[in-house]
């Protein structure tokens, strides 16, 4: 089947702190790998994607590379700043398909 | 470009009753989706409208039912309300072929059954 699996949090870092979140994944298909982001008591918003392995997505300093032979898009940012806290979600979906599917989702809290 | 809309933002219902949210979708898409996020959770495919037709389903009970207008608006009712449906309702636009585009989401309706 299709999954996500996702690292857990909570995860609090220091500002200019390195992140990394990790995301493995597993799929029937050829996915799509997306990360999203959830501030708090707003929906969900499209952060970075990849189309196929190898592809880098990035988008405001973040970055995750599509890993086939590991099946993970991690998501790292070298400098993470306060208004980087929120909850981020780890997706894919499928070619043939027309559904996503979601990680739990890793809430980071960014000190200062 | 408007984005996604989504009323009410906040509802408070009894068990038993019966709900409808609402949903427009960011200018240009056709299609849209429904996703419930419980708490603390990533969210959970209810179905996905394409051209007014539910175009896919996730494993969620016929009591939860849609419809998509012409104008790509759409509705998620859900009959019979339980505890455990008590969630944040995401609605999701995008162009027919989801993979490459991604979603636009709304910022959701929060239910809360009592």
């Known amino acids: 089947g299709n999954s996500v699996t996702q690292m857990e949090g909570p995860v609090t870092l220091s500002e200019e702190a390195f992140l990394t979140i990790n995301c493995t994944y597993t799929?029937?298909?050829?996915?799509?790998l997306f990360w999203y982001v959830q501030y708090p008591g707003e929906g969900l918003q499209l952060l970075l994607k990849?189309?196929?392995?190898?592809d880098k997505g990035s988008n405001k300093g973040f970055e995750a590379t599509y890993r086939k032979e590991t099946t993970s898009f991690h998501l790292e940012k070298g400098s993470v700043q306060v208004s980087d806290s929120a909850v981020y979600f780890c997706?894919?979906?499928?070619?043939?398909?027309?559904?996503?599917?979601f990680g739990t989702g890793t809430s980071l809290t960014v000190i200062p | 470009e408007t984005g996604v809309t989504q009323s009410p933002t906040h509802l408070i219902k009894t068990r038993g009753q019966q709900v409808t949210l609402r949903c427009s979708s960011q200018s240009g898409h056709n299609t849209v989706s429904w996703y419930q996020q419980a708490l603390g959770q990533g969210p959970q495919f209810i179905f996905q409208y394409y051209r007014e037709e539910e175009n896919g389903r996730g494993n969620f009970p016929p009591r939860f039912s849609g419809l998509q207008f012409p104008n790509y608006s759409s509705e998620l009712n859900v009959n019979a309300l339980e505890l455990d449906d008590s969630a944040l309702y995401l609605c999701a636009s995008s162009l027919a072929g989801v993979q490459n585009y991604g979603y636009t989401f709304g910022s959701g309706t929060r239910l809360t059954v009592v």
């Open positions: 990849a189309t196929k392995a190898d």
């Open positions: 799929a029937t298909g050829y996915p799509s």
């Open positions: 997706a894919l979906s499928v070619s043939a398909g027309n559904q996503f599917y």
